[in-house]
């Protein structure tokens, strides 16, 4: 198992990516190159003392593709960039996976471009594994994007249902098609549309629509929806549980004695807790879709996350989902006439 | 000031909806008419000796708008509903204002169909109040329609900066576009055209995209997007905060003695921030862009939050905020030639 990290994406790049891949050699059976500034990535390693003990190589490349720039444009033009040279040794065998926490777009458009679809699949989706009480819920397409046709849903959603059953362990798991309401009938064309397709399927376990209050309650395995809504929605619960963390901080700090020494008791109780919630442990979303495993890393990783993402990672490759969504789309009677593109 | 109150919409209805009608008449200088099924409304104040002291009133009407039902289809034929007939007392000028807790979709359609649309409004909007560590952030559309063109989201910006200036008393508000990142290039096509339209705008305050993590945080005094993603998010929203404090009260219970003494200790503090953060607090969200005050109130609304909403519809009456939006208008350059209807 090889994985291509893409050292320079992320806001924590390289440091924290560099430290993460070498904590995951050290856990996990798999190899890792780290992508990108050589002088740069041996910086970091030269304070890790064992690192060559590991199968732990360096790639160097010269170009970074910014946050700011244009997704398609940036991967056409920077060749030598650290994504695309990534996701190129996928292209080429020399990897089984690319993982970068750099800009999405980039990302994704490097994995279109290259790797290209699935044939089949209209538009590649990113999968967003939520923590709930109940397990994982997947949310996709969480932003790879936007002004998707119906059928570009159901095939997010029999992308989810798949990696949600081989990688995740889920059976039969429940699918549901992010809604205004539980009827039919509610919504926006795009949804009233995905649920007449959804409602006909025999392959997978179309359980209706899913309002914003079910995505926490883990009542559903795999939610989908268009990448505009998917993506304000994560951005959306990541602020919410921030400031209502931090705010309850803050209450504690301006609260008397007792409130501060009941807050300190209570300690071990809520770290446990938000070590539940905590999406880091969780890492990294797949781009389903693309004929190659793609991980996508948040943002703001450090290299615990990058560390869970490369977990993911080799969790998904040894899945053969790939395999698995390409059978799936060979059933002719999958999808209706003519929504096939 | 004399209210119509659907006192047969809601979860809790009628009783939560009779009593805190009773509530608000105590509380504020407004009469009220309880629209509704009479002997039910009187079997709920029987329990209340004193009502009869206050300005409260029963208009009774023999029909119900039932969750499920098509909104514009009932409210057509059910001319003898709770929810149609206090609507058309305000059409007749034998009140000021209306308030249901009822199908959204109900409301909503009697408002259109009843009071029928501000000239140079295409679609109204639900501008749901947001509680923030830095006060109340406006979202709108959180419901009323889905499959808004640029110029609906455009009408709904000048709308809930009016109302975020007139009524919640902020000087210049800032308004957002929700949108997945902060570029003017980002989006769908919606939130693209949106964005030019607003940008050349002299009369808001238009601060750029917002994204979802800007939503909890207050930056931004009122954020517009779609009625799908607002009711979304706002969903997502309620469903989230319940299941963290769910989970925080399950670590309790399964925690140890310290853990629950630590709680107990914590608790008023907790309280305090939970009232804070409490959107029954302001219990009631305005429908801004039809010809007359109309209020949407939760449909899990106590008699706290009803209270709370006819507060809310009282500030919204005196504030003229219709008069404004009606002037701003009339202002020509305000919407681009061919983008009003």
Chains 1, 2 share one sequence.
């Not at 790639?59 to 056409?76: F, L, S, Y």
């Not at 458009?109 to 679809?117: G, V």
């Not at 590649?124 to 059928?151: C, H, Q, R, W, Y």
């Not at 995740?168 to 699918?175: F, Q, R």
Request: proline letters at 4%.
């Amino acid at each position: 198992m090889k994985i291509a990290v893409d050292a320079m994406g992320g806001d924590n790049a390289p440091e924290q990516i560099v430290k993460g891949a070498l904590e995951a050699v050290k856990k996990y059976s798999c190899e890792i190159i780290l992508v990108g500034d050589e002088s740069k990535i041996r910086e970091v390693l030269r304070e890790e003392n064992d690192w060559e003990k590991f199968p732990l190589t360096i790639k160097h490349t010269t170009e970074i593709i910014e946050m700011g720039e244009h997704p398609a444009d940036a991967v056409r033009n920077k060749k030598n960039s650290s994504v695309v040279v990534a996701t190129k040794m996928v292209k080429d065998g020399e990897c089984d996976a690319v993982l970068s926490a750099g800009s999405t777009g980039a990302a994704v458009a490097a994995a279109q471009l290259i790797l290209k679809r699935i044939h089949g699949i209209g538009r590649p989706a990113i999968a967003t594994p939520i923590p709930t009480p109940k397990g994982v819920t997947l949310l996709l397409d969480s932003g790879a994007n936007v002004d998707s046709k119906p059928e570009h849903l159901v095939q997010s959603g029999i992308m989810g249902a798949l990696y949600a059953e081989h990688v995740l362990g889920k059976k039969n798991p429940k699918v549901g098609l992010l809604n205004i309401g539980e009827e039919e009938t509610k919504g926006n064309e795009q949804a009233k549309e995905t649920y007449q397709i959804f409602k006909n399927m025999k392959t997978i376990n179309f359980a209706g629509n899913a309002e914003g209050r079910d995505i926490p309650t883990g009542d559903f395995d795999v939610i989908v929806c268009d990448g505009f809504v998917g993506n304000v929605v994560l951005k959306f619960g990541e602020g919410l549980a921030n400031t209502i963390f931090k705010l309850i901080k803050e209450s504690i700090d301006n609260g008397g004695l007792a409130a501060k020494l009941g807050a300190m008791m209570l300690m071990p109780t809520l770290k446990d807790l938000a070590k539940r919630l905590d999406a880091s442990e969780y890492g990294g979303a797949p781009l389903l879709g693309v004929n190659g495993y793609c991980i996508i890393a948040h943002g703001s990783s450090d290299s615990k996350s990058i560390c869970s993402a490369i977990g993911v990672a080799n969790g998904y490759i040894q899945s053969n989902v790939l395999g698995h969504i390409k059978s799936a789309l060979e059933q002719e009677e999958l999808l209706p006439k003519g929504k096939r593109d």
